[in-house]
């Protein structure tokens, strides 16, 4: 079992850029698919961008690709979302998802195919 827990969040101005992390407690993350996804009230969660167990594929929702980078230092238990760019809509608590096998590049983008998740942290974008 893996305990995620993000940081990062915060408040910034529309055009700015926040780094998310996500450190995974136990010995065995380089054995998970990691994902963030991001929630707003009364909407459902919603995948932003998943990484490879190695960290040698990426996925991205087109609404941030060319804005958010996701990546992961393994040796670091860690897994990281760069937001740049960034824009009123983006305002969400974004949540990093872990999946202890490889995932099939279409299912990075489904909840129901991840495990673990952490509390969320949250975005918020001044315009």
């Known amino acids: 079992q893996v305990q995620l827990v993000e940081s990062g969040g915060g408040l910034v101005q529309a055009g700015g850029s926040l780094s998310l992390s996500c450190a995974a407690s136990?010995?065995?993350?380089?054995?998970?698919?990691m994902g963030w996804f991001r929630q707003t009230p009364g909407k459902e969660r919603e995948f932003v961008a998943g990484?490879?167990?190695?960290?040698?594929?990426?996925h991205y929702t087109d609404s941030v690709k060319g804005r958010f980078t996701i990546s992961r230092d393994n040796a670091k238990n860690t897994v990281y979302l760069r937001l740049n760019s960034l824009k009123s809509e983006d305002t969400a608590l974004y949540y990093c998802?872990?999946?202890?096998?490889?995932?099939?590049?279409?299912?990075?983008?489904?909840?129901?195919?991840?495990?673990?998740w952490g509390q969320g942290t949250q975005v918020t974008v001044s315009s």
């Open positions: 998802a872990g999946k202890n096998v490889a995932l099939l590049s279409q299912n990075y983008v489904h909840t129901g195919n991840y495990d673990y």
């Open positions: 136990g010995r065995t993350f380089s054995t998970y698919a």
């Open positions: 990484i490879s167990r190695n960290g040698g594929n990426t």
